[in-house]
């Protein structure tokens, strides 16, 4: 399982990492704190994460935005 991980403060994003790793161990989490960022990467290595925790106001792209990218490539993520 691929999860993704968006949060533009880096504590909030270092803890709520942790603690998806002791429910899911077995995931593969990315963090990021930039959407465009996670965008990137969706794209570069072709990609859309199974579960995403999203900060919904972010600077520069919201966190909204990058639900609709990721519904538009993969329906149930």
């Not at 942790?18 to 990021?32: C, Q, S, T």
């Not at 465009?36 to 290595?45: D, I, Q, Y």
């Not at 106001?57 to 966190?63: A, D, K, Q, R, V």
Request: aromatic share 6%; charged share 35%; proline share 4%.
């Amino acid at each position: 399982m691929l999860v993704f991980v968006l949060d533009d403060e880096s504590l909030l994003l270092r803890k709520l990492k942790r603690v998806i790793e002791e429910l899911l161990p077995e995931a593969e989490i990315r963090g990021f704190t930039k959407v465009s960022k996670a965008l990137e990467v969706m794209e570069e290595e072709a990609i859309t994460p199974d579960l995403t925790f999203l900060d919904i106001e972010m600077p520069g792209i919201s966190g909204m935005k990058f639900a609709e990218a990721a519904a538009a490539r993969k329906s149930d993520c």
